[in-house]
């Protein structure tokens, strides 16, 4: 019965007229900087960064079909001027759903401009505008996929009758647009705070795998925002975070907060761990007529996120576990993803001061 309905779900994905779904996400967020906004390509308190993320889902339903998503990113900043920088950077993430081999490969590359808007050495206020351009290539494997009409109805399968729909492109490539936005405030070395928007595909490909039909990728609208806040001089502080997508009919809200242990610090570096609890609200969208004129939808609970990350100078490793608290819980035993995020940064002779958040 689980097949069934995770079946029902990717196909309804699939061969339908429209594509109701979301774009990859990281519970970890924080730990995949362009993947989440480009405004925050090169946003960084070093010189160099590289980011790698690993996410894998619904294992407890799918099995050995299990959702994987990975990314790899690697961004530097570029001096200009007093106060002002480049950043330049590119991205490679990959996604594989289900028994059928659902796959999207994309590469991007992506470039912001940091202005300072007021401050001074230690306090400072920054507009972030960032964009990137990307080559995806999506493909599926026909033969492993199961379509109504090749059953008897008696428990019998047939896999040579034919399935009804007019499938003709298992694999092709399309183009990708994005750009972003990022405000952030300096207090000093241990408080900021920041808030972000992003709109990505904004060029709108065409997705669909059907030859006589041609599927929009919604565009999806990304806001984040986030800070740290030291509590005293104990060495202890709050590092909240938000972010909310909306595409099409899916919106997404993952908002919480981690306590970090400062254990030392110098310029650009720290050893530092955390733990943190997240919530995931999502808009439970129920198809109805093939469009959204017959469908329904209401917010509610898909997970609780715990998460810790550790710091030693300039290395981190983050650790995420989503525990399953809709109604898919049944069928999952509670269980969600883990992901793991590494973090290597590489420093040098900077003398202008504090410059961003710490992501």
């Not at 990113?73 to 570029?78: G, L, V």
């Not at 001074?120 to 492993?144: E, T, W």
């Not at 405030?185 to 808030?195: C, Q």
């Amino acid at each position: 019965m689980k097949k069934i309905v995770i079946l029902s779900l990717v196909m309804s994905v699939v061969t339908g007229s429209c594509l109701y779904g979301q774009d990859i996400h990281f519970s970890q967020f924080y730990m995949s900087p362009l993947n989440l906004n480009p405004a925050l390509t090169g946003v960084m308190n070093c010189n160099q960064r590289f980011v790698a993320n690993y996410r894998n889902q619904w294992a407890s339903v799918l099995g050995p079909s299990a959702f994987n998503t990975y990314s790899a990113s690697y961004d530097r900043k570029i001096a200009v001027g007093q106060y002002d920088y480049f950043g330049v950077g590119g991205t490679l993430w990959g996604d594989v759903a289900g028994d059928a081999d659902f796959q999207t490969l994309q590469a991007r590359l992506s470039g912001s401009y940091s202005r300072r808007m007021g401050g001074d050495r230690d306090m400072s206020h920054y507009l972030v505008f960032g964009a990137d351009a990307g080559i995806s290539q999506r493909s599926i494997d026909f033969l492993k996929l199961q379509f109504g009409s090749q059953h008897d109805g008696n428990g019998g399968f047939d896999p040579s009758a034919p399935s009804g729909e007019n499938l003709a492109r298992d694999n092709f490539v399309f183009a990708d647009v994005s750009a972003g936005l990022l405000w952030f405030t300096v207090l000093n070395k241990n408080n900021n705070f920041y808030a972000g928007a992003a709109m990505h595909h904004i060029n709108s490909p065409d997705v669909s795998f059907k030859q006589d039909s041609v599927v929009s990728l919604f565009t999806r609208y990304t806001f984040h925002a986030g800070g740290e806040f030291a509590l005293g001089s104990t060495g202890l502080g709050l590092v909240p975070g938000v972010v909310a997508f909306s595409q099409g009919p899916s919106f997404l809200l993952n908002l919480g907060t981690s306590l970090r242990f400062t254990l030392a610090q110098d310029q650009f570096s720290s050893n530092t761990f955390q733990v943190g609890a997240w919530l995931r609200m999502v808009n439970n969208y129920l198809p109805g007529s093939g469009d959204t004129s017959g469908s329904s939808s209401s917010m509610g609970a898909d997970a609780v996120i715990l998460s810790t990350r550790f710091e030693y100078q300039n290395f981190g490793i983050g650790f995420s576990y989503d525990w399953n608290v809709s109604d898919l819980r049944v069928a999952s035993n509670g269980n969600g993803a883990f992901e793991f995020s590494l973090v290597y940064l590489i420093c040098g002779n900077e003398n202008r001061g504090v410059y961003c958040p710490h992501f």
